[in-house]
């Protein structure tokens, strides 16, 4: 299996809801990312989790909160957020962190704050 | 200055055609050069990478580094409709942190 998932595909909140995004792998990849996309931009890197341990943070605001619960998961959890955090939320993982360090990404949460 | 820099595009050839798509980048310590496609509603996936300087071949596909200029290209002969996709440049010193480029949407005409 060579897939990273995440659910959902699309989210609509609103400035005061809390929802959640959810990234899965059974690949046995011990590093997984979180990446924002706005449209016609390179994905920018928000959090790194190694080993289950939070290795980068990329000066996200507090607003947005990461979770590893295991090493096939990854969560980001949202509250607060504005309309200008709408974008493609991209999870990745790879498995290793020397060399080339190949990432694969899943298909993204299309996330639209109103 | 970003620390790599493409050029967006689009870019429209017909089929059959020979594509160069390039970048340039500004860290002296990047040592991994990477060239991910991202088609429509996808994540990127990797398609060829490069350590340090030189040519590296895979089918219709051959991607340059020149460290000297910091320059790095991905040519694709014979283009094919399936290929229109957005092609992002990315680059490491070898590390967690990939930098990507912005992407050059490509469009391969029938």
Redesign the interface.
């Known amino acids: 299996d060579t897939e990273v998932t995440q659910t959902p595909k699309h989210l609509v909140m609103g400035m005061t809801n809390k929802k959640s995004l959810k990234c899965e792998q059974h690949m046995g990849h011990r590093a997984m990312y979180w990446y924002k996309q706005k449209a016609k931009k390179p994905p920018e890197l928000m959090f790194v989790y190694s080993y289950e341990k939070l290795s980068i943070n990329e000066s996200v605001p507090s607003r947005f909160s990461p979770e590893c619960p295991n090493s096939s998961l990854l969560n980001l959890h949202l509250h607060a957020l504005q309309p200008e955090d709408s974008a493609l939320y991209l999870c990745a993982s790879s498995t290793r962190t020397s060399g080339v360090n190949e990432q694969f990404f899943g298909p993204g949460t299309r996330l639209t704050v109103l | 200055q970003k620390e ?1 820099e493409q050029d ?1 595009g689009p870019l429209s050839v017909p089929e059959g055609a020979i594509v160069s798509l390039n970048c340039t980048y500004s860290n002296s310590a990047f040592q ?1 050069f ?1 060239w991910y496609r991202q088609y429509s ?6 398609l060829m ?1 490069t ?1 340090s300087s030189g040519n590296k071949e895979d089918g219709r596909f051959t991607a340059q580094v020149d460290k000297s200029s910091k320059y790095i290209s991905l040519f694709i002969r014979d283009s094919q409709p399936s290929d229109s996709a957005t092609y ?1 440049c990315a680059s ?1 010193t ?5 930098i ?4 050059t ?1 490509l469009f391969v005409k029938a």
């Open positions: 790599v967006p991994y990477m509603r996808k994540g990127p996936e990797l990478y350590y992002l490491h070898g590390g967690f942190k990939t990507f480029g912005a992407g949407r």
